[in-house]
């Protein structure tokens, strides 16, 4: 069949899956000292390669954006010395991850050192001789079998992997090497890197170095029953010449992301008291460098701090969180008292519509903050005193002649309490009102997290192919406040289910959907109320279940952070509370299911490994319902990571549908 002009002229210009290839967004903002100008990381999807890519670029005020190195290499993590004459930032241009300085007298860049293993968390010594930086250290060990009598040249299989590590594997990680991440030195002239820790604890997180270079704040958990208290991680300081470690804070409960003040009497800090709820809001703290004196500055926020920084002349504190769905950049002064700035901070969720933005502050209190946008990824916006512009517009080239969804907030009613509810409404290119479409209603994850107004190319590619799209922030999503959150404490799921209806209901009466087109899909605790609704109702003619829990009590034991899901989502063991595991398992209610039922998940995915998906297609298979499998190839959790992954995600899922579209 050939297509007419006109048709391919409509493709052209609404969104298509190949486009996925061709998206860029800006992040990793670094302004220079002085102000003048930034640095940022300008992510691009490698088609050659199937993965994203970052190259560093200038940025300024006025808009203009510039190559900084011009190298074909992927670059990340850029981070100024404290005069601005240098650079910091990490490359594989050499063929493997490295530390690098670019040098702004010369223009010139070159590698430092010859690291084994890739470096992070990147932070200058205030006098700018040298650079820590955290990165994996191996430890060799020998295995504790080794088999006799073994022919020279014989072919034997490999030998077994002996496991005996508390957390053994990690999503996105895979399997656990032996060793820890340790903190290091190195000159910022280049040489050999010098180890500062060597224990048996992971230590890292962001490295801050004390006003007078002798020190390195940083942030783990150094407990012997570490295993058995996940969530409480302490800051400490390192001596850099005897590598001894002293506490600086302890308390029951998560700290991290040390900040050091320009002045160097305090270290600003992201932790909260642990409650044993399943969410927790983080706050942000200040205390002296010693550790007295520690203070929360933002108790009376009921959302979580996101991200941090000084302003210059450390007086304050220039913070971000969401607020409904909306990244917000806020300051707040040593006594708590904050002032919200601007919103739509975030953009870099580019898959589906989740909260998360970079920014950085210097200058005069200048800020360079990613900017969140429901028809682009993140751009960057550039804040002076009230000032707000944005600096760049990456995907004009790719996006600025497409008809995209244009998205609208939706609000209603909870039928289980009366409660306010939020979401939003993608309506497909040239939308007419008069006219019935098919609906998806597509679901978050977390389940702690939230959707907002902001760019999804799922949700973009669903609206072209003629849906209207529905997602919403049902209870038990975050930037609602402490209580909204923990409806769900160990009640996952429950009234949510009821929330998602009620937002179906509510798009329903506007008069332009067809009700015997409804299509429902999420993805991971999306996916696990996907597979719950499709137990407790048969309003929907399809749907798609993406990496889910179908059986809590299996998912426990087999998750990569068993340790914490047990104790923070659940009463205790699970063989000691096994009517509340399965009372809220999908799988407890198979027996109910006739909706055509696909799953799709990543085969290396650890979080909620695929053995939960093979559970729930089989036991799909023996009750008889329609149903199909995905297995997505090099995924893990984040189908996203690679480009093509998240085309076939997309690309199966429309299929689904619309095989299971209403012959009417």
Same mark, same amino acid.
């Given at each position: 069949?050939? /297509?007419?002009?006109?048709?391919?002229?409509?493709?052209?210009?609404?969104?298509?899956?190949?486009?996925?290839? =061709?998206?860029e967004y800006a992040a990793s903002p670094a302004l220079h000292p002085s102000g003048d100008y930034g640095v940022f990381v300008r992510q691009s999807m490698d088609i050659k390669h199937d993965q994203k890519t970052g190259r560093l670029w200038t940025v300024k005020p006025n808009g203009d954006i510039r190559p900084l190195t011009g190298d074909s290499a992927h670059e990340w993590s850029p981070v100024w010395s404290p005069d601005g004459k240098r650079l910091a930032f990490i490359s594989d241009a050499s063929g493997s991850p490295q530390? &690098?300085?670019?040098?702004? =007298?010369?223009? #010139?860049? &070159?590698?430092?050192?010859? /690291?084994?293993?890739?470096?992070?968390?990147?932070?200058?010594?205030?006098? %700018?001789?040298?650079?820590?930086?955290?990165?994996?250290?191996?430890?060799?060990?020998?295995a504790p079998v080794s088999l006799p009598g073994k022919p020279e040249g014989a072919d034997w299989t490999a030998p077994p992997q002996f496991v005996d590590k508390d957390n053994y594997r990690y999503d996105g990680g895979g399997y656990v090497s032996d060793g820890y991440q340790q903190i290091y030195v190195i000159s910022a002239e280049g040489g050999t890197a010098r180890q500062i820790t060597d224990d048996e604890y992971n230590s890292g997180g962001d490295l801050e170095w004390s006003a007078d270079g002798k020190q390195i704040y940083f942030s783990a958990n150094r407990r012997s029953d570490a295993f058995r208290q996940p969530m409480n991680s302490e800051i400490y300081a390192v001596q850099v010449d005897t590598g001894q470690v002293r506490t600086l804070t302890d308390r029951n409960g998560?700290?991290?992301?040390? #900040?050091?003040?320009?002045?160097?009497?305090?270290?600003a800090f992201i932790g909260n008291d642990d409650n044993g709820m399943s969410s927790q809001i983080s706050r942000l703290y200040v205390m002296s460098v010693d550790g007295t004196q520690s203070r929360v500055l933002t108790s009376e926020l009921d959302r979580s701090v996101t991200g941090f920084a000084w302003d210059t002349?450390?007086?304050?504190?220039?913070?971000?969180?969401?607020?409904? %769905?909306?990244?917000?950049?806020?300051?707040?002064? /040593?006594?708590?008292?904050?002032?919200?700035?601007?919103?739509?901070?975030?953009?870099?969720?580019?898959g589906r519509p989740y909260g998360g933005g970079d920014f950085s502050v210097a200058g005069d209190d200048q800020v360079l903050y990613t900017l969140s946008n429901p028809l682009r990824p993140a751009d960057l916006a550039w804040w002076d005193d009230g000032d707000n512009r944005q600096v760049t517009q990456l995907n004009e080239d790719a996006l600025g002649h497409k008809q995209l969804a244009q998205v609208e907030e939706i609000t209603y009613k909870s039928s289980v309490d009366g409660r306010d509810l939020q979401g939003w409404i993608a309506y497909p290119p040239n939308f007419d009102k008069d006219k019935k479409y098919? /609906?998806?209603?597509?679901?978050?994850?977390?389940?702690?997290?939230?959707?907002?107004?902001?760019?999804?190319?799922?949700?973009?590619?669903?609206?072209?192919?003629?849906?209207?799209?529905?997602y919403t922030n049902p209870r038990g999503s975050t930037s609602y406040g402490d209580d909204f959150a923990n409806e769900i404490h160990q009640n996952y799921p429950s009234h949510d289910y009821d929330d998602l209806m009620d937002g179906v209901d509510a798009v329903i009466d506007k008069g332009f959907i067809d009700e015997d087109q409804l299509y429902v899909t999420g993805g991971s605790g999306g996916g696990v109320l996907t597979a719950w609704i499709v137990g407790h109702t048969d309003r929907f003619r399809a749907a798609v279940v993406a990496k889910p829990v179908i059986n809590w009590y299996s998912f426990v034991l087999t998750a990569d952070m068993y340790n914490y899901f047990y104790q923070y989502w659940f009463p205790g063991l699970p063989w000691e509370n096994l009517e509340q595991y399965m009372k809220h398992s999908p799988i407890s209610y198979v027996g109910n299911v006739t909706t055509p039922t696909m799953l799709l998940t990543g085969e290396q995915d650890y979080r909620t490994p695929i053995s939960e998906t093979e559970q729930y297609y089989q036991a799909l298979k023996l009750a008889g319902v329609e149903t199909a499998m995905v297995r997505i190839q090099n995924s893990g959790h984040s189908i996203y990571a690679r480009p093509s992954n998240l085309m076939n995600k997309v690309a199966y899922i429309l299929y689904w549908f619309e095989q299971h579209k209403s012959d009417d």
């Open positions: 069949m050939t /297509l007419s002009a006109s048709a391919v002229a409509q493709t052209e210009r609404t969104l298509q899956l190949q486009n996925v290839f =061709d998206l530390i &690098a300085i670019y040098w702004t =007298d010369t223009g #010139k860049h &070159a590698v430092v050192g010859e /690291l084994t293993q890739t470096p992070s968390s990147l932070s200058w010594s205030p006098n %700018g001789d040298y650079i820590a930086f955290s990165q994996f250290t191996p430890i060799k060990s020998a998560p700290d991290g992301a040390p #900040k050091r003040s320009p002045n160097g009497d305090w270290l002349d450390g007086e304050g504190i220039y913070f971000t969180y969401d607020d409904k %769905g909306v990244g917000q950049l806020a300051r707040t002064d /040593l006594d708590g008292d904050y002032e919200p700035l601007t919103d739509r901070v975030g953009g870099l969720s580019y098919p /609906l998806i209603l597509e679901i978050h994850g977390g389940p702690h997290t939230n959707y907002g107004p902001r760019f999804s190319v799922e949700v973009q590619l669903y609206a072209a192919a003629g849906y209207v799209v529905l």
